[in-house]
């Protein structure tokens, strides 16, 4: 084993370590405040209150919490993150798809259980808080966060993009300087008008991408196109290992699943949860296995790339009259709706932060309308880092900003997976066949599914090597961050405030 190998399993060791369970502290962010132990907190208890969320409007359902994860999601990791992944694997890229959907249910069956339990903005960094330890807290929220602030920014070189097929002779920048003003003023808004427009942004793509597999399928079907799975060197055109690399890229496309969570913060009722959580895994499983087995057979593999989304490329390809122009509107929708849900739930994870002492009380404040407005503004430095990709750096901007996001998402899942094993472990058999949402493999399908992020995070560090040291220094910023935070840090939360 060379020596960057067992540096990197040194820091996986280390950061595994580090979420272990501690014994219990005393937690700023109990969702009951009358019983100080999370083990004895009534999981099925509707809306417990939450002292250090207070604020927060309580206005979006189930639909909108779903289209919220599923905007998030289906954004550059399906649209146009899909054609690097048809690079990497070419036709067995759709074995990396169906991988990634079983990870997306361990995670998202862990989160359902966790936030029928604990409905909470912060979500995942709640549960780290609750069933792991302080550190495991605040790295799932402050790793997410600056990977969400990264991944603003790929929407926005996405979108941008895009733009470029109608207007090739704009600068990048300015689209992006655009969009981003158009997003801000929606996120300043109340949560229930941000649900509404997050709701038709979403809807618009999905319906869009639910009609190209069913065309697609038509055309393969009726043999109007012929099948392309084997047709450019075979199934496997780059070596059998090539599905374990383009993992990277079917996770990425994944992530989102984890913003529902989020979203149970400002959902109407604890019975929104369960619907949410579901109608956003059959949703994005649809969309993400199915999209895929049809790109891959209507379209050659080595076709692809991340200079246009294959969806594009593949009805010009099948001379579909007008339809690469409309998908690319759908395209360009897409990114700006993943955008907006980004903006979002970045957002709510810096104003958890600051809710529970960790980061500057003044992100805990809202405006007139709930909006936490500072933490709105502050999440979208990722838009300044897209700027200045796009300026020095536009061939590989979008590779380079799917890197930088993917540490900082996988954390989540894997503070997520591993506080639901010690949520599985000190709840009765009493106390988990009350809930409303339960999940069928337990405990150890948290267990497997922690093992394969691990193994996903793992190839995306090796490959290239450029991530392992992107990733250990985004790691080892949040250790540091947390040591100088800490001594500072308040069991008292700050009170929230109106701005």
Known sequence: MNPTHRQYWRSLLFLIWCCMPSSPPIHPVQTNPVQTNPVQTNPVQTNPPQPNEDGLRHQLSAGQMAMVAVGGSIGTGLLLGSGAAME???????????????????????????????PAAGSFGVYGDLYLNSFAGYIARAGYWIGLALAIGAEMVAAATYMSNWFPGVRSYLWIVVFAAILLVINLRSVGSYGRVEFWLSMIKLATIIAFIVIGAALLTTGRVAPQYNAQGGFFPKGLWSPLIALTYAVYSFGGVEMVAVTTGESRSSKETPRAVWLTFLTLTFVYVGAIIILLGVMPWNHAGVTESPFVTTFRTVKIPHASGIMNFVVLTAALSGANATIYVASRMIFSLARTGWAPARLGHLNHEGSPQHAVLIS??????????????????????????????????????AAHISFRSRRTPTELAALPLRSPLGKWGSILGFTMVTVALVQTWLNPIMNLWSGLACFGLLIVSYALAKPHHKETQPQPGLM
């Open 380 to 417: 979208s430095f990722g838009i300044l880092f897209a700027l200045a990709l796009v300026l020095w750096a536009p061939e590989n901007a979008f590779r380079y900003m799917i890197g930088a996001a993917f540490t900082g998402m996988i954390l989540s899942w894997l503070v997520s997976l």
């Open 88 to 118: 990497v694997a070419g036709p067995a890229a759709i074995l990396s798809f169906i991988a990634a959907a079983f990870i997306n249910w361990t995670v998202a069956m862990a989160l359902g259980e966790l936030a029928c339990a604990h």
